[in-house]
């Protein structure tokens, strides 16, 4: 059995993912995405919508932590949750800070809010029960390295891009594969093919059951 077929097979237990997620105006962040870029380096639009839904329930004074920023097409998202939730914070991790990526942060009305780290994601990252972690970063073995370091921490809730193997991703399907096996947790992957898209990529959000419990994703 592949790993996208196992993924397949757990995920059918799961709870679908929402069909029409919550969405924001993505217009004046158009200048992060790269034209006829393939593959694209960033989520698609509707995989960004879903990471703004998630985020925008968390608990109050939650920190948001994004490994793999890139240009700041998914960054949208979580600046868009501060505009609307100051008491919410952000850290971006990424080993090239661009240009693009600043500019993302000042649109945030409270940009002191927005810290973004030029490295690697910190073994001694510390994330508390409310907090949020994006994975999208090297999509290669050090997914494990990432998806361990937020594991040990067990946020709320932990989402990961590029978890179904294309453009030789396997770090991080594999990782999405203990994500969806974890018996602490429960989790939804969005995967479908879709004309115009790129969503067959895939996109998992993993968190604990009480966040279930309480609606607060999805």
């Known amino acids: 059995m592949s790993v996208q077929e196992f993924a397949l ?75 609307e939730r100051p008491d919410l914070t952000l850290d971006c991790y990424d080993i090239s800070i661009t240009p693009e990526l600043h500019r993302v942060r000042e649109m945030c009305i409270n940009p002191e809010r927005v810290t973004l780290h030029q490295k690697y994601l910190p073994e001694d990252l510390r994330l508390g029960r409310n907090d949020m972690i994006f994975i999208d970063g090297d999509n290669g073995m050090s997914a494990f390295r990432d998806l361990l370091i937020a594991a040990i921490n067990n946020p709320l809730c932990i989402a990961m891009h590029d978890t179904e193997g294309y453009y030789n991703a396997l770090g991080s399907t594999n990782a ?41 994703f999805f």
């Not at 393939?38 to 990471?51: K, S």
């Not at 947790?185 to 009480?210: C, M, N, Y």
């Open 9 to 83: 097979q757990v995920t059918k237990k799961q709870r679908p993912a929402r069909p029409q997620p919550i969405c924001f105006d993505f217009r004046p962040f158009n200048f992060t995405l790269i034209e006829n870029q393939n593959p694209p380096f960033h989520a698609d639009l509707r995989h960004i919508y879903m990471l703004y839904a998630a985020a925008k329930f968390l608990p109050r004074h939650a920190k948001i932590v994004e490994v793999g920023s890139f240009r700041g097409a998914s960054t949208a998202a979580f600046i868009q949750v501060l505009n």
């Open 176 to 216: 999405a594969c203990i994500l969806l096996c974890a018996k602490n947790r429960r989790a939804v992957l969005d995967s479908q093919k879709r004309d115009g898209e790129l969503t067959q990529r895939g996109i998992i959000f993993s968190a604990r059951h009480e966040a279930w419990e309480k609606e607060y």
